[in-house]
């Protein structure tokens, strides 16, 4: 089949500009050292042609669409191929769009590049940051940033006092730190200067000034600054005389620690120790800033064990109303002139102050009043009456260095009638319990008076009465649940002032008790005691018993028998198993037979017989006098064993 020429031939001549349109290469401007430059600086644009293969062209620049030549009013550069155009100092005038063109040697020519738009700013003026931005103290650090919003890769030239600082870095950076060595004003500024390797210089900034004040030192302050003693309250006190700081954050140090003690300008001790003893410096932290003082000089705060008053009593204890009696107190350091106070421990009432008697627990106190009965260091109760049974205690003072001692050690009195009317009734009847059982306490009343009530004396809270730890019913008083906290002396007291004979009971966390009993025992009576143990019982019931910290026997049923009690049986009795350890100690008294008449009716009866039968009586006289002293040694010493 014959073909037509023409369609064939229109169909080539239409592909030839599609092939030439794919195979023209593209122009393109580059600006060197940004589109948007500062006056004064040097701009280099720069034509390429893409996809030119090996053609040597030569090139043409236009501006807002106008042709540039050569030499343009002496400022612009273009080499002989017109490839680069250089402006030297650019102008605001020099804002513009520029597009570029290819020309080849053989007429074939470049696209034109796409307009490239150059902007030309005044000169840019850096700005100087400084923190702190308040007045610094010798030695603290300042940094200063020179900051630039206007294009990037610049460095910086720093001035101090309008002198050029060298050497800052290998590479100028826009941020500086000074440490201040001088008081006074500092002026710096800062200039950014030539982007890639152009030299070029921005305007300076404005000027800072950084004001340099003596770092201040605080003064620390004591109160009082003589003689402390322990218990006494102490201040310390830190001021810094700065007007320029509106709020210090203050810290304390003792010794050579570097934990703080304190953040209080005014550090106050309460109840000062001797473990307070030391030296100490204070130093201040500007609130909210960076500023600090000096630390102060030291001070040093010396504490001294305050001097210990202790009171006795003499002839005993526990005596019978009509007696005599003294109390004294006497001051370990003797060589200050002490003048004391005495005082009568009491529960809980309003109106009366609560003191810490330096053994960690608080007593309740009366002062007295009675001056007729004080001497130096002594209270007089001539006689005593039933009223005066309590606990007393007393401090020393000296009006000179307003100076007083700790509180003395609390001296309890039982004062009794010649025949008790009322006894104390103990259910389990025992002086010894364990901890968790329950206990009944009766006032027996062998005179019909009323208004008994069971009270009793603990180191922990001194004298209360039954209402205030356990329940009363009657003249009774039930412990439901025993704890070591009930170690203590019990009593009957009633409304007048009349008591009983105290008792005491010791709670004892262990797993031995001994069994003993409450009251004296007569002489010519026997008396028992016996091991008891925690449930449950051990299998060896072996026992060793002790009086008077020595062995007095060994047993295998745990429990010992004195068949005819003589006095020379009072003592400190206790009981040991081999594997559940020992009892506490507890005072067993005899009581002597009493005669079946008076003494001095005896006497009365042979006044006028021998006198060798008159000395005999006399004898048995001051004997039986000597042994009811020895009686109340031994009961004192149970009390205060308790």
């Not at 001790?269 to 000089?297: A, N």
């Not at 009366?366 to 260091?377: A, I, K, M, N, W």
């Not at 005691?529 to 062995?551: E, I, M, T, W």
Request: charged fraction near 20%; charge should be negative.
């Amino acid at each position: 089949m014959e073909l037509s020429l023409l369609p064939v031939m229109l169909l080539l001549f239409s592909l030839i500009p599609v092939v030439q349109a794919q195979g023209s290469p593209k122009a393109v401007v580059s600006i060197k050292p940004d589109t948007h430059v500062f006056i004064g600086e040097i701009v280099i644009l720069r034509c390429d042609i893409q996809g030119g293969g090996n053609t040597q062209w030569t090139y043409s620049w236009k501006k807002n669409n106008n042709k540039l030549y050569k030499d343009l009013n002496k400022r612009n550069y273009i080499n002989n191929t017109m490839q680069e155009l250089i402006i030297w100092s650019v102008k605001d005038s020099d804002s513009g769009t520029y597009s570029c063109r290819g020309h080849g040697r053989d007429s074939q020519s470049s696209e034109i590049s796409d307009d490239v738009t150059l902007t030309v700013s005044v000169k840019p003026k850096p700005t100087v940051r400084v923190n702190p931005q308040s007045s610094v103290y010798t030695g603290d650090t300042v940094t200063l940033s020179c900051e630039l919003q206007q294009g990037t890769g610049w460095e910086f030239h720093w001035y101090e006092n309008n002198q050029r600082l060298w050497n800052l870095n290998s590479k100028q950076v826009n941020t500086l730190k000074v440490t201040v060595d001088n008081a006074g004003e500092t002026e710096y500024k800062c200039q950014a200067y030539g982007r890639n390797y152009y030299n070029y210089n921005t305007e300076f900034s404005d000027p800072v000034k950084i004001t340099v004040r003596g770092r201040p030192k605080p003064v620390a302050s004591i109160n009082p600054n003589n003689q402390v003693f322990s218990g006494d309250n102490v201040t310390l006190r830190c001021d810094i005389q700065d007007e320029s700081v509106s709020s210090w954050q203050y810290s304390w140090y003792k010794d050579t620690s570097h934990s703080p003690v304190s953040s209080e300008q005014v550090y106050s001790i309460s109840g000062v120790e001797v473990t307070h003893t030391g030296t100490y410096t204070c130093r201040g932290t500007e609130r909210g800033g960076s500023r600090s003082s000096h630390s102060s000089d030291v001070i040093t705060l010396t504490v001294s064990e305050r001097p210990q008053a202790v009171l006795s009593v003499s002839p005993h204890s526990w005596l019978t109303e009509g007696d005599s009696l003294t109390l004294s107190c006497e001051v370990t350091d003797s060589s200050t002139d002490w003048t004391f106070s005495w005082y009568t421990v009491v529960s809980y009432r309003d109106g009366l102050t609560g003191i810490n008697n330096n053994r960690g627990y608080i007593v309740y106190v009366e002062l007295l009043t009675d001056s007729s009965r004080v001497s130096g260091g002594k209270y007089t109760l001539s006689p005593a009456a039933l009223k005066h049974t309590g606990v007393y205690m007393c401090r020393g003072e000296s009006g000179e260095s307003a100076l007083h001692t700790q509180y003395s050690n609390l001296q309890p009195l039982w004062i009794t009638g010649e025949s008790p009317p009322v006894s104390l009734i103990i259910k389990p009847s025992r002086t010894q319990h364990f901890p968790k059982d329950s206990l009944s306490l009766s006032c027996e009343d062998q005179s019909k008076s009323t208004g008994w009530t069971v009270r009793r004396y603990t180191r922990s809270e001194s004298v209360l009465d039954c209402s205030h730890w356990g329940s009363v019913i009657g003249s009774t008083c039930n412990i439901s649940f025993l704890s070591t906290s009930y170690t203590g002396v019990y009593w009957c007291e009633s409304e007048s002032g009349e008591n009983s004979n105290p008792v005491s009971i010791a709670v004892h966390d262990g797993d031995v008790i001994l069994e003993s009993p409450v009251h004296p025992v007569t002489e010519g009576h026997p008396l028992t005691l016996r091991c008891l143990y925690h449930n449950p019982n051990p299998l060896n019931l072996q026992a060793d018993f002790y009086k008077d910290g020595s062995v007095l026997q060994n047993q295998t049923t745990g429990e010992m028998i004195i068949q005819t009690v003589s006095k020379s049986d009072e003592g400190f009795y206790h009981c040991e198993h081999p594997e559940r350890g020992e009892s506490l100690k507890s005072w067993v008294s005899v009581r002597c037979v009493e005669a079946p008449f008076s003494v001095l009716m005896l006497i009365c009866s042979v006044v006028t017989a021998s006198p060798y039968l008159l000395v005999t009586i006399i004898l048995l006289l001051i004997c039986y006098r000597a042994r009811d002293h020895t009686d109340e040694d031994r009961i004192e010493n149970a009390v205060i064993e308790a």
